[in-house]
């Protein structure tokens, strides 16, 4: 069974830029895997970011953008603020309509 | 804009049944896939199944294939999981979400359901 992959926690500093990756735990990671990026604070709904690997959702600022980088999905966040602090999911699609997320990783900004 | 409410949570015995509700509004529901994610309590989101706008293709993740059934009424603009067999691990969150150009948009509130004796 595979398993997507993401680093457990990160932390960035004010201004700071910071690349959050999204894994197989067998093969790499493609546009084919329709990366998404979702942001979510505690007791909040997830919030798409971006899909399809670098399309950016309605509203989010251009801080935040995809990319595959290497065998991995990446999100790449420029300029970190202190309200970018949260838990960060991706997901991939695997085929025959079935997604799966990774664990998320817990952003500290400090 | 966009609404989506989640309703039928709550606590239910193992091996029990709960049927989940999402109440669509703010858009053509009948032209959007929708989605089911979950999230257990203080752990992370798993998918869990996803339906299309004729409701003539279902996908489901392993654990629940068998036990829950996802299904629609565009009439009444509403999204449906039927839980069946439930157990311990299947406590968490329920979110509905529209499925569209492969992107989970838009969100609801979520619904508990929790799994005890």
């Known amino acids: 069974q595979t398993v997507v992959t993401q680093e457990p926690s990160f932390s960035v500093s004010p201004g700071g830029t910071v690349t959050l990756t999204c894994g197989l735990s067998s093969g790499s990671v493609s546009t084919s895997h329709y990366p998404n990026w979702y942001q979510q604070t505690p007791g909040q ?3 798409a970011l971006i899909y399809t690997t670098n399309t950016r959702s309605s509203g989010v600022p251009d801080r935040f953008s995809g990319s595959i980088l290497g065998n991995k999905a990446a999100l790449t966040i ?9 838990e960060y999911y991706c997901v991939l699609y695997m ?3 079935i997604w799966v997320f990774g664990g998320g990783t817990k952003l500290t900004v400090l | 804009e966009v609404q989506l409410v989640e ?4 606590l239910v015995q193992p091996g ?10 703010g858009f053509t529901f009948s032209t959007y896939w929708m989605t089911w994610v979950r999230q257990a309590p203080g752990k992370g989101l798993e998918w869990v199944a996803n339906i299309k706008q004729d409701g003539s293709e279902k996908n489901y993740v392993d654990s629940v294939k068998g036990r829950f059934t996802i299904s629609r009424d565009n009439a009444k603009n509403s999204l449906y999981l039927q839980m069946n067999s439930l157990r311990a691990e299947d406590t968490a969150v329920y979110y509905c ?12 509130q979520g ?4 799994v005890s004796s």
């Open chain 2, 7 to 10: 309703s039928g949570g709550g």
């Open chain 2, 16 to 25: 029990g049944s709960l049927r989940l509700s999402c109440a669509a509004s």
């Open chain 1, 95 to 97: 085929g025959s309509g």
């Open chain 2, 111 to 114: 619904t508990l359901v929790t």
């Open chain 1, 78 to 86: 420029t300029g970190a603020q202190a309200d970018d602090e949260s």
């Open chain 2, 97 to 108: 979400a529209t499925h569209q150009s492969r992107v989970f948009q838009h969100w609801g």
């Open chain 1, 45 to 47: 709904s997830p919030r």
